[in-house]
């Protein structure tokens, strides 16, 4: 890990922090491949449930570092970037993104479950004003959260549009004044880790994401069927139920490392 991450874990929550300040942590290529590894290193620990990624300071991060000079896009070369994929993990991953975010962190953070804004935050894809394109698949993906048009009307003017908007255009799931934002994320990280069932909520995540690439509802629904079948081979079902009837907090028996079906199981 590179020190401008800074990683805190507790009670099955782990913090990211881009840790940049007085740069508005601007990505340098070591603190995207480092974002990356700390990502897989915490998907592979079981005892984390959920990662929250946030920014220091007042922006969450304005984008790719061209204080070095040149276009800023050497990190492109490297494929490491190119396999940033965090809906293959099986952890969620909820943005808490506290200020602007801009370029390649906006579209990183289109790759993750969940995003709360600050309703005030100022965001772009400004890549056509810099004469690039789009990156991190989010060719792929913005059509996906908010439409084809709206991710036209985004991409191709490389307008800035606030947390309000995003969050009624639903690139966000909620826009909060801006010192909400962190708690409010980290809120719902700590219910996630304390109620929900690990294997459940990597079969489900996995799932959603899966079918969210099928164009076919009818295989859509072999894939979804697959899945519920190899859930009643487990005890998780009968836990469920019998601690909501006692009315006590449940004790999952099956971690998230556990083996999926293969149909949601891309390369493990």
């Known amino acids: 890990m590179v020190t401008d991450l800074l990683v805190d874990c507790d009670a099955g929550v782990a913090t990211v922090t881009l840790n940049r300040p007085d740069r508005l942590n601007a990505l340098t290529q070591p603190m995207i491949v480092g974002l990356w590894e ?9 005892d984390v449930r959920a990662i929250v990624v946030t920014g220091a300071g007042r922006a969450f991060s304005s984008g790719s570092d061209l204080s070095a000079g040149g276009d800023g ?32 962190a906006l579209t990183m953070a289109s790759q993750w479950d969940i995003r709360y804004v600050a309703e005030d935050a100022k965001l772009a894809f400004p890549f056509t004003r810099r004469g690039v394109s789009g990156e991190a698949h989010s060719a792929w993906i913005l059509p996906r959260l908010v439409g084809l048009s709206r991710a036209l009307e985004l991409m191709i003017s490389g307008r800035f549009f606030s947390g309000a908007e995003a969050a ?16 409010a994320a980290r809120e719902l990280a700590l219910d996630i880790a304390t109620n929900t069932s690990p294997a459940m909520v990597a079969a489900n995540k996995r799932l959603l994401w899966t079918c969210a690439q099928e164009t076919d509802a009818h295989r859509g629904g072999e894939i979804e069927q697959r899945v519920y079948d190899w859930v009643r081979t487990l005890d ?3 836990e469920g139920a019998k601690s909501f009837l006692e009315r006590r907090p449940p004790c999952w028996p099956t971690p998230k490392s556990v083996a999926l079906p293969a149909v949601i199981n891309p390369a493990d």
């Open 38 to 46: 700390t990502f897989t290193e915490l998907d592979a620990a079981d």
């Open 236 to 238: 998780e079902p009968a």
């Open 73 to 104: 896009q050497a990190f492109r070369k490297d494929p490491v970037v190119y396999r940033h994929r965090a809906w293959e993990l099986r952890t969620p991953v909820i943005g808490a993104i506290n200020g602007a975010a801009v370029g390649v």
């Open 168 to 183: 009624a255009i639903g690139f966000a799931a909620r826009a909060l004044p801006r010192d909400e934002v962190l708690p």
